[in-house]
């Protein structure tokens, strides 16, 4: 069973920046298309950003312009960039991966989760 292990949350104040990673064990990283997700509480999970196995990326609206996912393939990791964050970014933030096989097999790998804490 692949893993997926997140780092780089933590409290940050209004304006600043973290990087998130998402390192994942196993192979074929470079096959999987990567989204982040976010869980602020009392509301539902929702898709921050994510990025194709080719490298299309996609954006939330309430984060463009303010964060960047990339990967590196080579390391077998996923980042997110986050500058200029609000308290409204607080949330826990989910790493996940997700490929079909050509034989219609579904891969869907999820981290743990870590907290991103915006405030003064």
């Known amino acids: 069973q692949d893993q997926l292990v997140e780092s780089g949350g933590g409290l940050v104040q209004p304006g600043g920046s973290l990087r998130l990673s998402c390192a994942k064990s196993?192979?074929?990283?470079?096959?999987?298309?990567m989204g982040w997700y976010r869980q602020a509480p009392g509301r539902q999970r929702e898709l921050a950003a994510s990025?194709?196995?080719?490298?299309?990326?996609r954006y939330a609206d309430s984060v463009k312009g303010r964060f960047t996912i990339s990967r590196d393939n080579a390391k077998n990791t996923g980042y997110l960039q986050m500058n200029s964050l609000k308290p409204e970014d607080t949330a826990v933030y989910y790493c996940?991966?997700?490929?079909?096989?050509?034989?219609?097999?579904?891969?869907?790998?999820w981290g743990q989760g870590t907290q991103v804490t915006v405030s003064s």
């Open positions: 990025i194709t196995s080719d490298g299309s990326t």
């Open positions: 996940n991966v997700r490929r079909t096989s050509r034989w219609g097999k579904t891969y869907d790998y």
């Open positions: 196993g192979s074929m990283f470079s096959a999987f298309d």
